[in-house]
């Protein structure tokens, strides 16, 4: 009699260590019973190929995958879905059954469900977007609120140089903004996004001047250590809707573990609470 193999997952980076995603889908898989490891997995860029071809042998049925990686194992998969070759990157593997491995980006999903949880009123439709910076965090945010019907989307980067790319590869709705100017268009911005790394513990604080930001404004942050960052501390003493970080990081989850366990699970506050702890 033989029994069904227990199903694996992991997240692959490096560094890994500080991964909240283990302790998210460990919570998931004991809430709804269910068998299943997800493993963290420090692999250097050298040995990336090698192990992703060897992990659906060992029971694998997917991985998420973070910094570096993300853009690379475009160049490994088999099969990329239409938003991650528009974004660039993907953070989540599938390992099918027939032996090829599905590239898709559930990034974008994550951040829009965070911001319908957080900021509820917030009407797609209702005006432009600010988004700082322009790397794969900035290409997967944008990609989604073009999709969400934002009528115009003001870029600003540190380096004008990406924010440029990023506008010719997306289109006309949106416009580069010279980091040195970006303070002086929050005051049209029905939404403020930071998709930079500033304002993390370890890193510079975000410097760009937000008095330009208007009472009811949506801001939110994607980074989620510490997660009230200065940029939302400030936003919120200026009457700002404020939305933290860490809402993407679980949402973006949902659609893997469902992928790879047959199992929806829902966000919540013990979902909050297990990344947290």
């Not at 997995?41 to 042998?57: C, F, G, H, N, Q």
């Not at 965070?114 to 432009?128: I, R, S």
Request: hydrophobic residues 45%; aromatic residues 6%.
């Amino acid at each position: 009699m033989s029994l069904n193999k227990i199903p694996l997952a992991g997240v692959i980076g490096s560094p890994i260590a500080h991964s909240k995603s283990p302790q998210l889908h460990k919570h998931w898989l004991k809430t709804y019973e269910m068998q299943g490891f997800y493993i963290p997995m420090d692999i250097p860029s050298a040995d990336l190929r090698e192990v992703l071809l060897t992990l659906p042998k060992m029971g694998f049925v997917g991985v998420n995958i973070t910094i570096p990686h993300k853009e690379a194992v475009l160049e490994i998969a088999d099969l990329i879905t239409d938003r991650a070759t528009l974004i660039g990157a993907a953070n989540t593997l599938i390992f099918r059954k027939d032996g090829k491995i599905h590239a898709d980006n559930t990034d974008g999903y994550g951040f829009l469900e965070n911001l319908k949880t957080g900021a509820p009123q917030w009407v797609p439709q209702a005006g432009p977007a600010v988004v700082l910076g322009a790397g794969g965090a900035a290409r997967a945010v944008v990609a989604s609120l073009l999709d969400a019907g934002v009528p115009e989307i003001l870029i600003s980067n540190r380096t004008r140089v990406r924010a440029d790319k990023l506008a010719a590869d997306f289109g006309q709705r949106l416009k580069v903004v010279d980091w040195v100017q970006a303070g002086n268009v929050l005051e049209e911005a029905v939404l403020t996004v930071n998709t930079t790394s500033l304002g993390m513990i370890g890193k510079p604080e975000l410097r760009v001047p937000l008095d330009g930001l208007r009472k009811g404004t949506v801001v939110t942050d994607l980074v989620y250590a510490p997660l009230q960052t200065n940029f939302l501390r400030e936003a919120a003493a200026q009457g700002c809707v404020t939305v933290d970080g860490l809402g993407m990081l679980l949402h973006q989850a949902v659609p893997a573990f469902e992928r790879w366990f047959g199992q929806r699970p829902v966000v919540d506050s013990a979902t909050r609470a297990a990344a947290l702890r």
